[in-house]
């Protein structure tokens, strides 16, 4: 089991910038993937961003390259996500997920049905 916690949602203007937080606990992660879903009201859950534990290796949304920023420190066991030059279609309930698996194939890791753990999700609200 692993168990993951996000922090560092809130309220920001357009074009500001925050930083979000996934602590996780429960075991090692060296063969996991670790991504990031977003979830608007009414609208299904959306890929942001993913990064390999071992490696580093990363995979982003065409929507958010170049503004999102995936990093791990593996000392926490902790995941960042860097958001800057928001805009108000980035609001909603951002997820940080975990696989026990990579693949090199992006349509897997951009699939909800890919990750095995959710955390509780933190809210991103975006103000025009």
């Known amino acids: 089991q692993v168990q993951l916690v996000e922090s560092g949602g809130g309220l920001v203007q357009a074009g500001g910038s925050l930083r979000l937080s996934c602590a996780a606990s429960g075991r090692t992660l060296s063969s996991y993937s670790m991504g990031w879903f977003r979830q608007a009201p009414g609208k299904e859950r959306e890929f942001v961003a993913v990064?390999?534990?071992?490696?580093?290796?990363?995979y982003y949304a065409d929507s958010v390259k170049g503004r999102f920023t995936i990093s791990r420190d593996n000392a926490k066991l902790t995941v960042y996500l860097q958001m800057n030059s928001l805009k108000p279609e980035d609001k909603g309930v951002y997820y940080c997920?975990?696989?026990?698996?990579?693949?090199?194939?992006?349509?897997?890791?951009?699939?909800?049905?890919?990750?095995?753990?959710w955390g509780q999700g933190t809210q991103v609200t975006v103000s025009s």
């Open positions: 990064i390999r534990w071992s490696g580093g290796s990363t």
């Open positions: 997920a975990a696989s026990p698996r990579w693949s090199y194939y992006s349509v897997d890791l951009a699939s909800p049905d890919w990750y095995d753990y």
